[in-house]
């Protein structure tokens, strides 16, 4: 015992390799507990390691002496983590827990970085061994402030070895404790004891406390620029998990953001994460997934999600895909594997696809949501979908939105834009963009003409000065919302050319009706998701906003009526209509004809296409999409028939709607 003594002092003292040190630091406290042979060497060391640091906070000590000083640290955290009894033990006055303590806090606040690195690793060392004063509130802070996005990557990625190597001390000592615990009640038990004792009870309030208080950091820091940083966060998400400390459903957004990563070894631990949350938490799971969405958005644009660490703002791939191509892919793919993990259930997700879907109906739009909405758009359309009611459920989900909000927000514009000062810069805008759009479709025919580049020639009429900002606010807000049912419709026409649905189908698809067995989903090879027709960007001149709402109205006039089913309930309000010989009215509304031979005959439905606007103003056939639409009747979000115009030969055609 002797000599082992002598031969690991002579080592921990001399030899130059810090992980040699480690395990010879650990044999010798060790020794110190089974053989009161080693605690005299043990108290030899801390002594002698504690005098040197000492004299260096006095200021005794050159520069010249800082790798002595570094490895001071190294060794006394050591001691304290392995031998914290032993210094119980010793009864010094000038040398306790307390002044240890003090001591390591006084070198993390020093002006030199290895030196607070290092220091920062001997704590984490000392909180092993005494993890209740990681509770005090000076404490507390101090790991906050090394947690925070500002500091060096060194010290967050230290920070989060510290938590780690302390959850795994942890699981170790409970599952020893586990073991004794376990023989201890079998005895107990046989002899007629008393109630068995939860194994690591004590400790694991006191660790389950300490992460819940700095777990809000710890998750922020799994989305930090830097990959190692994140790798780091990442494992200890996946042993508190493991351990049970905290709730699962608060991690998954995070994890979520994690799988769009394009360091594979983060995805990858983040996609097995979500693999066994699922697996236990179905729920939790599944009502975190928006979230999980945004926060991948947030994310991507922070420009974390790329390999390249620069600190530069990255661009949102979803808009500009050309520049940032394997961005755009990986958080494509990321998303497409988090929906995997649900798809089987039909219930989870249509949840998901409706909570994406519902983003899109809110009453106000910030500047920064348009973008978020883009990558959610492209997300869905990216979407492995291998199911038959998977593209019809969300056409059904657009169909409600555009249905509801569509005509308060096309009658809020045109009441903008058709009196005040506003009324006269429009009128003139629109005259402007209706002459571009003739002079386009005559050059497109002729190909002498070379395409002369777009000057500014509307720079006059885009002048905002003498209107309200009231009212320029207001038709902000309108176009924004204009823009996200025009993402929400071109996402629809998407879906309908990609997986060849027409109208009758969607009209007949219901989410409460069973999957047939026998229906598949076939998908056509067509090009890639675009939306360069609509204006995703900031708009901040009324030409802006009105070419935003032009593209609304185009893709809304283009659009089939095949939302049927969201009109049975008003077709049930208004006055009854005499219907011909043979035809009887369904439960939704529409209207069958007679029975022949078994099969029932389908007659078209009484709604009625919305025709394409007239120009009553003499334009150039119908493109100004702003006059008031002539020759059709429209029904109020109440049931209630309202006549917009003249309506010559309404009655001859809506007869010959029964006609089979």
């Not at 320029?472 to 204009?482: E, G, N, Q, S, Y």
Request: glycine share 6%; aromatic share 6%; charged share 25%.
């Amino acid at each position: 015992v002797e000599e082992l003594e002598r031969d690991l002092r002579q080592l921990i003292v001399r030899y130059s390799f810090l992980t040699v040190v480690h395990a010879c630091i650990k044999c010798l406290c060790s020794l110190g507990k089974v053989a009161t042979k080693g605690v005299a060497s043990f108290e030899f060391l801390i002594r002698r390691f504690y005098k040197l640091l000492d004299n260096w906070c006095k200021g005794h000590s050159g520069a010249a002496e800082k790798p002595n000083l570094l490895r001071c640290l190294f060794c006394l955290g050591l001691l304290v983590r392995y031998g914290a009894d032993l210094v119980d033990v010793m009864n010094e006055k000038e040398m306790n827990t307390e002044q240890l303590l003090s001591l390591f806090k006084h070198f993390l606040c020093s002006e030199d970085f290895d030196v607070k690195v290092r220091s920062l690793q001997a704590l984490g060392f000392f909180f092993i061994a005494r993890p209740e004063f990681m509770m005090e509130k000076d404490m507390g802070r101090m790991l906050e402030a090394t947690l925070s996005s500002s500091v060096d990557s060194r010290i967050k990625m230290q920070t989060l070895r510290n938590f780690y190597d302390y959850l795994l001390d942890v699981e170790d000592k409970m599952g020893l404790e586990e073991d004794v615990n376990d023989t201890v009640n079998r005895n107990r038990q046989e002899t007629g004891g008393a109630v068995p004792v939860a194994a690591g009870a004590g400790d694991s309030n006191i660790c389950g406390g300490i992460i819940q208080l700095h777990w809000e950091h710890i998750l922020d820091r799994c989305l930090d620029m830097n990959d190692q940083v994140r790798q780091a966060a990442l494992k200890v998400v996946e042993i508190v998990l493991r351990q049970g400390l905290v709730h699962p459903m608060t991690c998954v957004p995070h994890l979520i953001a994690l799988e769009v990563d394009q360091q594979e070894s983060n995805s990858k631990l983040a996609h097995r994460l979500l693999m066994h949350m699922n697996e236990k938490y179905p729920s939790f799971f599944e009502s975190r997934l928006g979230d999980g969405l945004q926060l991948s958005f947030k994310f991507i644009q922070s420009g974390a999600a790329s390999s390249s660490q620069t600190t530069d703002a990255a661009t949102l791939p979803s808009v500009k895909i050309k520049n940032d191509t394997s961005t755009a892919a990986s958080a494509k793919l990321g998303v497409s594997r988090t929906y995997k993990l649900i798809r089987g259930s039909r219930v989870a997700r249509n949840k998901f696809l409706s909570s994406v879907i519902r983003k899109f109906d809110v009453g106000t739009w910030g500047q920064s949501s348009i973008p978020f909405l883009v990558y959610c758009i492209e997300v869905l359309a990216s979407l492995p979908l291998s199911l038959p009611d998977e593209p019809l459920y969300l056409v059904y989900a657009v169909n409600r939105i555009v249905q509801v909000r569509a005509g308060s927000i096309e009658a809020n514009i045109k009441s903008l834009i058709s009196d005040g000062p506003l009324g006269v810069i429009a009128k003139q805008i629109l005259e402007v963009l209706a002459a571009e759009r003739q002079r386009d479709s005559e050059n497109a025919y002729n190909l002498d003409v070379v395409q002369p580049q777009k000057q500014e020639e509307h720079c006059v009429i885009d002048d905002t000065e003498g209107i309200p900002e009231d009212a320029l606010r207001k038709l902000k807000v309108d176009c924004h919302a204009a823009v996200a049912l025009a993402l929400l419709l071109r996402l629809k026409r998407h879906l309908k050319i990609a997986y060849n649905l027409n109208d009758a189908r969607c009209q007949a698809f219901s989410p409460t009706e069973p999957i047939k067995s026998g229906e598949v989903l076939s998908r056509q090879n067509v090009k890639d998701f675009s939306i360069k027709e609509i204006r995703v960007h900031n708009a901040t001149t009324v030409r802006q906003m009105l070419e935003q709402y032009q593209a609304f109205k185009r893709l809304l006039k283009e659009d089939s009526m095949d939302y049927a089913a969201y009109t049975a309930n008003i077709s049930r309000k208004r006055n009854r209509i005499s219907l011909p010989s043979g035809v009887q009215q369904t439960e939704d509304g529409n209207e069958m004809g007679s029975q022949e031979n078994g099969h029932v005959t389908p007659v078209r439905s009484l709604r009625k296409r919305t025709v394409p606007a007239v120009n009553v103003k003499g334009g150039s056939s119908g493109e100004d999409d702003d006059v008031d639409y002539d020759g059709y009747e429209e029904y109020s979000s109440r049931g209630k028939k309202r006549k917009r115009g003249s309506m010559g030969g309404s009655r001859s055609r809506s007869k010959k709607q029964f006609v089979t």
